[in-house]
């Protein structure tokens, strides 16, 4: 079975703090894609990132980085000096490397609230 | 270019009407997924397309819910007999193939 746990429901931060929302995955699939998008009140999925299971290497995109351990089955997402504009419910997601169907296995969710 | 478009964005009925819900993917993309997403939890698959055939419905709750893509690019999602459980967010997303999806901005459906 595929899935993908986000312990964190909620998280309150100030600006300019870092913040880490964690994401763990279950899948007996030996490759597979990796995913994180950000929902913002508007209600559109923003996408953010997609990580290959073959590729661990860490990545870095202006004041977001991502951290991909295997070994740990985790792909956690920081958010360095937040903002306000970060303010939204992020979604880990998940789906197979193989065949054409790449349906998205998601999780619940973790909604960040950044305070001015 | 243009996104993902979805009409409408919000669509209010009754118990027991029928609703379609359109998809305008982006040009080019052969894969197309329905999504919906209820308050406060992720989205979940309701079916897929690759090109004009739906390649799995197996997310589809139950008969009532039948989707359709003729041409290969536009796609209506229709439901019939809407009961108040099929209150959600009807999110659409494409992709080139095995790419990225990305998402339109939903249609919120309320049936009352």
């Known amino acids: 079975a595929q899935k993908v746990t986000q312990a964190q429901t909620e998280i309150s931060v100030v600006e300019k703090e870092d913040v880490t929302l964690d994401c763990v995955y279950e899948?007996?699939?030996?490759?597979?894609?990796l995913f994180w998008y950000k929902q913002p009140p508007s209600g559109e999925l923003v996408f953010l990132i997609r990580?290959?299971?073959?590729d661990e290497q860490n990545e870095i995109s202006g004041r977001y980085s991502w951290n991909f351990q295997k070994s740990t089955s985790s792909f956690n997402f920081t958010i360095t000096a937040s903002q306000v504009v970060d303010s939204a419910v992020y979604f880990c997601?998940?789906?197979?490397?193989?065949?054409?169907?790449?349906?998205?296995?998601w999780g619940l969710g973790t909604s960040l609230a950044v305070n001015p | 270019g243009a996104g993902v478009s979805q009409t409408p964005s919000n669509k209010v009925t009754e118990k027991g009407k029928y609703v379609e819900l359109r998809c305008d993917p982006i040009s080019g993309h052969t894969a197309l997924y329905w999504y919906r997403q209820s308050l406060g939890q992720g989205p979940e698959f309701l079916i897929y397309?690759?090109?004009?055939?739906?390649?799995?419905d197996s997310g589809l709750p139950n008969d009532r819910f039948f989707a359709v893509r003729p041409e290969g690019s536009v796609s209506t999602l229709k439901i019939q007999r809407t009961e108040r459980g099929d209150s959600a967010v009807y999110l659409c997303a494409s992709s080139l193939s095995t790419d990225t999806q990305y998402f339109g901005p939903g249609t919120r459906l309320t049936v009352l």
């Open positions: 990580r290959n299971s073959f």
């Open positions: 397309f690759q090109g004009t055939g739906a390649a799995d």
């Open positions: 899948t007996r699939d030996t490759t597979y894609y």
């Open positions: 997601a998940l789906t197979p490397n193989a065949g054409n169907n790449r349906k998205l296995i």
